[in-house]
């Protein structure tokens, strides 16, 4: 059961690169959700989504995009990477409101 | 809006013993899901427990167990006999069971060490 699976693990990407982080569940879930945790802190709400074909901004949207045309698939877009986006990226999922949220593994991104 | 706070951002225990960790929010809604992740160095995020604020009774998970007390807005994490493989970081997070598609809220984590 491979659960949810972020591609790639880790990337190094220059100033002004553009770059989509792909996110897969298996798992037939309505809910989809990005999180960015920057060093020493928690995760913090990018982007989520209650269903396919429907999204909404997190706490910070600012220089991401995403899309959901499939149930499955969530991935996240950045345009014109700038350093402030170094961070490990989250997505995670879950069926409905009161089930716990599962994560992927991460990826690790750097913007030098 | 609501927030998390994790008032502890280093604790340590020895191995066998107890330890608990804190962790505060504030919220307006009555019905909600508190839940602690622990953060291994391979970065996982992996549930620890749950507590839903409708139910009195604190959760247990073997040897994890909370302190929920909904009037005083604190849930705090007790681990009994600490293992070696414990040590990590802990988040408290907040989920509201009103909105649809509600995020999780986290404090700022915890980080655990386990002496030998």
């Known amino acids: 059961n491979a659960g949810v699976t972020q591609t790639p693990k880790f990337r190094i990407l220059k100033i002004g690169q553009s770059m989509t982080l792909q996110c897969t569940q298996d798992m037939n879930h309505n809910y989809m959700y990005w999180y960015r945790q920057d060093p020493g802190m928690g995760l913090k709400l990018i982007y989520y989504s209650v269903g396919a074909g429907i999204t909404d901004k997190g706490e910070v949207p600012n220089g991401y995009n995403v899309s959901r045309s499939t149930t499955e698939d969530f991935p996240l877009r950045l345009e014109l990477a700038a350093p402030s986006q170094t961070s490990v990226y989250f997505c995670?999922?879950?069926?409905?409101?009161?089930?716990?949220?599962?994560f992927g593994d991460g990826t690790r991104l750097s913007i030098l | 809006a609501q927030t998390v706070t994790q008032s502890q951002p280093e604790m340590s225990v020895q191995e066998a013993e107890t330890v608990t960790l804190s962790c505060t929010y504030d919220?307006?809604?009555?019905?909600?899901?508190l839940f602690w992740y622990k953060q291994p160095p391979s970065r996982q995020m992996i549930l620890v427990i749950r507590q839903e604020a409708y139910k009195q009774q604190n959760a247990t998970e073997n040897r994890f167990s909370v302190n929920f007390q909904k009037a005083a807005k604190s849930f705090s994490l007790k681990i009994s006999d600490s293992q070696l493989g414990d040590a990590a970081m802990y988040f408290c997070?907040?989920?509201?069971?009103?909105?649809?598609?509600?995020?999780?809220?986290f404090g700022e984590g915890t980080q655990l060490t386990v002496n030998p």
């Open positions: 995670a999922s879950s069926y409905v409101n009161n089930q716990p949220q599962h």
């Open positions: 919220t307006s809604e009555s019905d909600y899901y």
């Open positions: 997070a907040y989920r509201s069971a009103i909105t649809s598609g509600s995020r999780l809220t």
